[in-house]
């Protein structure tokens, strides 16, 4: 895709934000002798995203829901640089995306971390790769696996660490390099409850220290609502923003506030506007699977 680098601010003040995407549309070739069945029609193309627009303000911590197969995570991906849209375009401080950016960091559902390495040292690696000093680093990476509860694990290997361990060191690892956009796709998905709880809190602790700019998919509304400045429901696939709800909320949150009046009134809220594309999503699937038996 040839594009400039940078793109003129809007009236609206667009080119102004953290993160602006604007008309992003993607569709996905499939491989020879692979075809799909949309609206009746047999086709070789999915179209995945449609029309996206969505600007982020510095600091905010947004998240986003919609129903399984929506888009959300090819979404995060062309904002990290990953994937190239078909039309539109996401940028980060008024620059087009072209590449994944030095400034954003990206964490996913599987913990990805490098298994001969120590809690430590994977989180020391991204520092090491931007040429950081062996004491600088070493420090840095320390002072990260503190701020996870982490202390005494350093030289614990990832086989030797629970889920929940691995997902903090993958997320401290994250954050040591100060990244000025913090993409997460459903990180806590496979942990428990309990842990799940655990890492929703630590993770607003250290954000409200560093405020750094958040985009977070999830599955669970009661998530989205916990640690969100404003929750971003999508439709089903071809996926568009239906709506953003902006959470007023008192910050810092504690597990409480999940009891509130406010906090049931913005639940109702977001499965209000998720329900019909959530059943949109499974008749499309459903009418998919006919046509294709």
């Known amino acids: 895709m040839s594009t400039p680098a940078s793109i003129t601010p809007s009236a609206s003040g667009a080119a102004t934000s953290r993160i602006a995407i604007s008309d992003v549309r993607k569709t996905f070739q499939l491989k020879p002798g692979q075809s799909v069945t949309l ?24 998240t ?26 996401a940028a980060i401080d008024g620059r087009k995306v072209v590449r994944p950016h030095p400034e954003t960091a990206y964490v996913f559902q599987q913990y990805a971390l490098f298994p001969w390495r120590t809690a430590l040292q994977n989180i020391e690696y991204p520092l090491e790769v931007r040429g950081v000093g062996r004491v600088a680093r070493r420090e840095r990476a ?7 509860g982490l202390r005494g694990f350093e030289d614990r290997y990832p086989s030797q660490l629970s889920g929940g361990m691995q997902q903090r060191v993958a997320i401290a690892r994250a954050l040591a390099t100060d990244p000025r956009v913090l993409l997460m796709d459903e990180p806590f998905a496979a942990l428990d409850a309990q842990t799940r709880d655990i890492l929703q809190s630590e993770l607003l602790r250290i954000w409200e220290q560093i405020k750094t700019t958040v985009v977070f998919i999830t599955h669970s509304i009661d998530e989205a609502i916990f640690l969100a400045d ?18 007023d909320l008192p910050r810092p949150r504690d597990s ?38």
């Open 230 to 247: 404003r929750i971003v429901v999508m439709t089903a696939r071809p996926a568009r923003v239906k709506e953003s709800v902006e959470v």
């Open 39 to 62: 609206d009746g029609k047999v086709s070789d193309r999915i179209p995945v995203l449609s029309g996206v627009d969505l600007d982020i303000r510095q600091g905010e911590f947004v």
């Open 64 to 89: 986003i829901v919609g129903p399984s197969g929506s888009g959300k995570s090819v979404l995060l991906d062309i904002i990290a640089g990953l994937t190239e849209p078909t039309a539109g375009f």
């Open 256 to 293: 409480e506030i999940r009891n509130g009046d406010t906090f049931n009134a913005y639940r109702a809220r977001v499965w209000g506007a998720l329900r019909e594309e959530v059943r949109k999503a499974q008749r499309d699937w459903a009418l998919a699977s006919a046509y294709n038996d």
């Open 142 to 148: 320390q002072h990260f696996l503190n701020l996870f």
